[in-house]
């Protein structure tokens, strides 16, 4: 359920980055292909558009007229895409759970990222504070979703 929390951490910042991630995991073959819809992220034009669409929103994110994180539209989608990617990180026979354990973070940290990039913009401006936070936000969730690609399976396995 480790990865699911952290997913949930990831989502709360960018809502697509989870669906991109979780969508290559699964061309790549690292996770388990079993929730609805998921087989589709086996055509590689299905699992580009995904990412494209992660790349896009971080691009809209340093645009002046970009909304809140928290607005309704953002918490709604950072909670179906960290549900999504909760339940596919989760064991089998628990995906409810690590789809709850992951909109329960996405939430929580919609709010705490919020605040902590505002603090950010106040001191280096929107554009750099966010490339900052696109970097961190992208590479947690590669490492979350893509363990063997990114060397990190040791750190995610559970004691």
Same mark, same amino acid.
């Given at each position: ?26 061309y790549?073959?690292?996770v ?7 087989k ?38 950072r ?6 990617? #909760? /339940?596919? *990180? &989760? ?5 409810? $759970? @690590? ?5 329960? %973070?996405a ?9 902590l ?13 966010g ?6 936000v992208? #590479? /947690?969730? *590669? &490492? ?5 690609? $990114? @060397? ?5 396995? %559970?004691?």
């Open positions: 359920m480790l990865r699911s929390l952290l997913i949930g951490l990831v989502a709360g910042q960018r809502g697509i980055t989870p669906l991109a991630t979780i969508g290559l995991a699964t790549r073959g690292e388990d292909d079993d929730l609805p819809l998921q589709l992220f086996h055509h590689p034009i299905v699992t580009a558009g995904a990412i494209a669409f992660a790349v896009a929103e971080m691009g809209g994110d340093k645009m002046k007229t970009a909304p809140d994180r928290t607005i309704p539209v953002g918490l709604a989608v909670s179906i895409t960290s549900a999504y990617a #909760g /339940a596919a *990180l &989760a064991p089998r026979g628990q995906r409810a $759970t @690590g789809a709850a354990i992951a909109v329960g %973070a939430l929580v940290s919609s709010y705490i990222g919020l605040s990039r505002k603090k950010a913009m106040s001191r280096v401006g929107q554009t750099p504070s490339l900052v936070e696109d970097a961190l992208f #590479g /947690a969730g *590669l &490492a979350i979703t893509n363990p063997e690609l $990114t @060397g990190t399976k040791a750190l995610l396995q %559970a004691p």
